[in-house]
């Protein structure tokens, strides 16, 4: 009689710690549907600290922390949990989320492998995979998973487009073609799939199968601004620029007034030499982005044609300042090319580099040394040398460090100089 009363007491005890867990569950989920996490989180963890390995309560744990925003201490909890269930495509799952939250690719990635290695035949996983590895611009990982999945269904638009996706952004563009033009067969007018092929006409410079494809979708959507300003582009690219024209000025009537349309319009102008059109079009498109020269240039040469001379003035001026680096940049260039061409034994190629190098940059004069120097050591003509130690001498003033060339073991001051009163007599004879 007493053992029977210990079982029935012990069994009492266990019943009620187990609806205390499952009625601590709920009351967290509960807090965690009304968006009460703060709360839901210190119920979670105080219920979880009584059993620490209950995963479903760990689980509620880390979600609470996820929607919080703490996604580090999620990870930590997710993966305490999966110690205890390994196998659990929730905790899984969340692991993954919350690395890609993180920033930490190679976890993401490695939880994604590890759903396809637990449930192979379960195509949604490998969806995701493949998805993660698209966001990582890993597209010939993402084919490895997709390729398969596509031969198994081959009929299913879906597969069709990420795999033509990642084969375009692979540059494999005729295996992308050939699974976009499958993709318009199951859905003919298919916006993405349509752009895509008129996009691979145009790096191909197939122009005319663009027009085609692109026609035949207009014709359906007459009013679809991104296809129809892809179709007035290659209508440009092929030297239509009346129907380029036209088709540009359909997309500003329909509200599409992107920089590209504007720019495209007005070079479609520039052709046709309507330069009176194409010159305010121009001055639009550079002022809303001033770096790009060659805008800068076709409005220059658009206002000289329409006899805007004082605008051709100041805008070709502008394009040749945009092309001329500067004197501090080119003086280098110049430096660099003499210093090359000396490597190559090239001795007077490099004197004159050095002497551009001076044009380009006259305050530096460093240069006048180099000058000295290479018509002294590399051309043997030290009466030449000597004019330009004394002009370096002249124009620099002796350096307060101690710090030496590492060629000449001492300042380039302290070396010309030496050189001046070595060539001075002799300088003084040939006079």
Known sequence: MK????????FIINQRSFSQKINGSENVKELMSEYRYGEALALADSLAGQNSSNTELLYLKARSLYEMKRFQEAINTLNFALKFQSADIK????LITNYKNVGEKDSTIYFGNQLIQLYPENIYFKYQLADLYIQYDNYGAAINILLPVYLADTANFYNIMQVANCYYQLEMLDEANTLYRK???????????????ANISIKKKKYNEGIIITNQFLEKDSDNTSILKLNAYL???????DTAVVKFNKCILLNEKSRFTKKYLALSYYKNQDYFIAEPLFRE?????????????????????????????????????KLTPPGSYLSLIYSELADANNKLHRNDTALVLFKKALEASPDNHSLLFKIAYQYDFYLKRPFDAYKYYKKYVQNTSR??????????SMSYFDYAINRINQLEPYSKKKK
């Open 3 to 10: 053992l029977f009363l210990y079982i029935f007491v012990i």
């Open 91 to 94: 905790i899984i799952m969340d």
């Open 183 to 197: 993709a318009i067969k199951l859905i003919p007018f298919e916006k993405n799939a349509v752009s895509r092929l």
């Open 235 to 241: 209508y440009y690219l092929s030297g239509y620029y």
């Open 285 to 321: 498109v550079y002022e809303s982005d001033t770096t790009e020269t060659e805008i800068c240039f076709y409005l220059g040469v658009s206002a000289n044609r329409s006899e805007d001379i004082d605008t051709s003035l100041v805008y070709l001026n502008k394009t040749l300042d």
């Open 399 to 408: 350096p307060v460090s101690n710090e030496t060339d590492e060629t000449l």
